[in-house]
């Protein structure tokens, strides 16, 4: 491979690029009209204009992608996460043209693509699943037979769902039926496939996934986990590596079940296999994401593996270089999502103009961004401006290092999820490791960042004030014709 067209945009197609370049592979960078002057078009070797800004005019465009790569002599394509990258419609578009795809082959992103299809699967696996039905359900009074088999609370979920959305609740009887017609057209408006199904709603689930990487020689290894419990509409904003609650036994045992699920759809590539924990340490499959992760970074730096070379080396046929047993945590490390959204006003976009824009840095401060000061965040896409990752060598000491990355990184133009990230490192539960998927519900409120921010500016005026008095002695003007006016003089 010596050319990559990245498929992407924002922080993951300069972080893709970065592998390339270190591995000598030359980039092209494709982007929309709003992109123009974005860092991974400055980045690339090369860049190739699509079309308008809406994705579906031009990220989402294959056929414009594919030509795209065709153009540049691009020998290889590299989705990033989102857009096209679990698409297994594109995967086979560009085999077709003869270009390299990085990521798994067709059968793995179909089966996996589904989650009905995914639990189908992993069914001669042993893989332990959430309690319900693997079909499609339509027929609310045999919905309502099975829910009272589960017991409520009950889930309605998208078979075809993604980033938390299409999922509902159910908490009694009454309401299943109106709540399944809202989940079946709400599964058709977003993904075009009505397919619902029934899970149990786990109480008090962590969310804990675990990294795998295949080749196409069989080798299969899991890179540990990855907890990404603190989440708001059911998605993640802050993921860290290892989990604080996880045993090696139980971590071998989730591990070894995540390489069951890869070989269930013969997986090959960089890939992550979901689970949910309950609070008795019973772990449940959730799905698979056949495509590099966001949090991916909490992973590399714990491990000291780059995912995105290993990535393009599977795609290149080679095998892996290590084995199970070459792979050890090391350290800890924590990411916080930079969202471009308001976290006293429900999480909603913040869209806006980065005014100010002031990078934190320092040893053990990893930041993946994809803009620069003065740069507009667009309304088109994921209003992700940015991922920020320390590492050190225990769990306190990351939390810390984040601290003071979150206070040194400014923002100033629109509101940021970097209060929120202030706020889950100082809350106790988090710092205790105790916490669930509901810790946003639990636990914050924007009284409750307020409020820390409230404490934060007496401490600073109290400190202010104490030493204004210190320094009030020293800064006073000595009366003309005193000693000490006279010894000033001199
Ligand atoms: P998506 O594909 O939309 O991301 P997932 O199945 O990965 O959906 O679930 C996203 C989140 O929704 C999980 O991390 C968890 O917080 C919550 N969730 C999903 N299934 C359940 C369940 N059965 N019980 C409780 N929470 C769940």
Same mark, same amino acid.
């Given at each position: ?316 046929? &080679?095998? $892996?270089?290590?084995? *199970?047993?070459?792979?050890? =945590? ?5 990411? !916080?999502?930079? #969202?471009? /959204? ?104 924007? &009284?409750? $960042?307020?409020?820390? *921010?409230?404490?934060?500016? =007496? ?5 202010? !004030?104490?030493? #204004?008095? /210190? ?20």
């Amino acid at each position: 491979m010596h050319k990559i067209l990245v498929a992407n945009r924002g922080e993951i197609a300069l972080r893709v690029m970065r592998t390339a370049k270190a591995m000598g592979i030359s980039t092209v960078a494709v982007y929309s009209e709003v992109d123009r002057n974005a860092p991974h078009v400055r980045f690339a070797d090369e860049a190739v204009l699509l079309g308008p800004a809406p994705s579906s005019e031009s990220y989402l465009v294959m056929d414009k992608v594919i030509e795209a790569a065709l153009s540049t002599g691009a020998d290889g394509i590299h989705p990033g996460y989102g857009f096209l990258s679990e698409n297994s419609a594109f995967a086979n578009k560009v085999t077709a043209a003869g270009i390299t795809f990085i990521g798994p082959g067709q059968r793995a992103i179909e089966t996996m693509g589904s989650k009905l299809a995914a639990k189908e699967a992993v069914k001669a696996y042993d893989i332990p699943m959430v309690p319900g039905i693997d079909e499609a359900i339509t027929d609310p009074d045999k919905a309502k037979v099975i829910a009272q088999d589960i017991g409520y609370p009950i889930l309605i979920k998208a078979s075809a769902g993604g980033g938390g959305k299409g999922m509902r609740v159910v908490d009694s009887a009454d309401v299943l039926e109106e709540q399944m017609q809202r989940a079946i057209s709400e599964a058709e408006s977003a993904f075009g496939d009505g397919s619902v199904f029934i899970e149990k709603y786990i109480a008090s689930p962590r969310h804990i996934e675990i990294q795998v990487l295949a080749d196409r020689h069989g080798n299969v290894v899991h890179l540990f986990e990855r907890e990404c419990s603190i989440q708001r509409r059911h998605q993640k904003v802050v993921e860290e590596a290892p989990s604080a609650v996880l045993t090696p036994e139980l971590r071998e045992r989730m591990g070894d079940a995540a390489i069951k699920v890869a070989q269930s759809c013969d997986y090959e590539g960089a890939g992550t296999v979901e689970f949910l924990l309950d609070e008795n340490n019973n772990f449940y499959f959730l799905e698979m994401n056949t495509r590099l992760q966001v949090e991916h970074p909490v992973t590399e730096l714990i491990t000291d593996v780059d995912l995105v070379a290993e990535q393009i080396k599977v795609a290149r046929g &080679e095998k $892996l270089s290590f084995t *199970q047993d070459d792979l050890n =945590i090391k350290g800890h490390a924590v990411e !916080l999502r930079i #969202y471009a /959204e308001d976290p006293l006003n429900d999480f909603l976009p913040s869209i806006g103009n980065l005014e100010t824009y002031i990078r934190p840095q320092g040893e053990g401060v990893r930041l993946d961004d994809g803009y620069d000061e003065g740069m507009d965040i667009p309304i088109y896409y994921d209003p992700m401006i940015a991922k920020l990752v320390t590492y050190a060598d225990t769990r306190p000491a990351a939390i810390q290092k984040m601290k003071k990355a979150i206070a040194d990184y400014k923002i100033v133009g629109l509101q940021t999820t970097l209060p929120f990230g202030k706020f889950v490192m100082e809350n106790e539960h988090f710092i205790k490791g105790k916490f669930d998927t509901h810790f946003v519900k639990n636990y914050y409120s924007p &009284e409750a $960042l307020l409020e820390g *921010q409230k404490a934060e500016e =007496i401490l600073a005026a109290e400190i202010a !004030l104490k030493y #204004y008095q /210190e320094q009030k002695s020293k800064l006073s003007v000595p009366t003309e014709g005193s000693d000490e006016w006279l010894q000033s003089r001199i």
